[in-house]
């Protein structure tokens, strides 16, 4: 026996897995990203111990990648795995992140998304929003610090912090990323123009971008970022915020269990 909530705004899914999660052992998430997203962010407020499944319907799917596609037959032999959850802390909120996070270009693609002709879906709609935010993007100047190293000064196109390996269903942006290991992956871009992001782009879809002078790959288990500019900031493909200063990322390992 199951009941379902249809949902008909945004961050009503978040409402009721917060609400119901102490009532049911298995919360399902029916939709994209975006979804899963919000269902994420309402069990780790709850703090139930629910476990979380999806049935992939939406554009991009990424979180979707971990799982096997037979989420019935992971359902009824509760095959289940413990995945780590991002926290990002700003001055105004806490948001959990199920994926990853960025901000600088990622993040503008996810707000251009909505700006993409309907016609366009899945790859069609991300590779749409990626040339409208070839016209404007920002080169933003951050503060930086990694684990327990100094901080440092970096300008960036683009810096993701990434629990899975994809964003924007096809983006590789950290290949190597575990989303069980109790570590983030970061991938850090420098400051670069049009020719170079339309360079870095193919090999970002392959995942062949390791060792390219114009980005670094790292792992952590937490980093600020600091910035003068307000950052608008995507996680899972939502915006979570859109004039965030600094930001306080990092990992809650293995408490998140998933039908996988």
Not at 2 to 9: G, H, I, K, L, P
Not at 29 to 56: C, F, K, S
Not at 157 to 174: D, E, L, P
Not at 209 to 223: E, S
């Amino acid at each position: 026996m199951f009941d379902e909530a249809v949902t008909s705004r945004p961050l009503e899914a978040a409402a009721i897995a917060e609400r119901e999660a102490g009532s049911y052992g298995c919360i399902v998430a029916a939709g994209g990203d975006g979804t899963v997203h919000e269902v994420v962010n309402g069990l780790m407020r709850a703090g139930a111990n629910t476990t979380l499944g999806v049935i992939p319907l939406g554009s991009g799917d990424d979180f979707a990648k971990f799982l096997s596609n037979d989420f019935i037959s992971n359902f009824v032999g509760q095959k289940t795995k413990a995945f780590d959850v991002g926290r990002i802390a700003s001055s105004a909120e806490v948001r959990y992140f199920a994926n990853g996070m960025d901000i600088g270009f990622g993040a503008h693609g996810a707000r251009n998304v909505a700006l993409v002709p309907r016609f366009l879906t899945g790859f069609g709609a991300y590779l749409g929003a990626l040339l409208l935010t070839m016209v404007r993007y920002p080169l933003l100047r951050v503060r930086l610090q990694i684990d327990d190293a100094s901080a440092f000064d970096f300008t960036t196109a683009m810096t993701a912090v990434m629990n899975g390996t994809t964003f924007g269903g096809s983006f590789r942006v950290c290949p190597e990323a575990r989303p069980d290991d109790g570590l983030l992956d970061l991938l850090l871009v420098e400051a670069v123009g049009r020719l170079a992001i339309l360079q870095l782009v193919p090999k970002i879809l392959r995942g062949a971008h390791a060792g390219d002078p114009r980005l670094r790959l790292l792992r952590a288990k937490r980093l600020t970022i600091e910035s003068d500019d307000p950052l608008l900031v995507e996680a899972d493909g939502e915006i979570a915020f859109q004039d965030a200063h600094r930001l306080n990322i990092g990992l809650l390992p293995g408490v998140l269990r998933v039908f996988a």
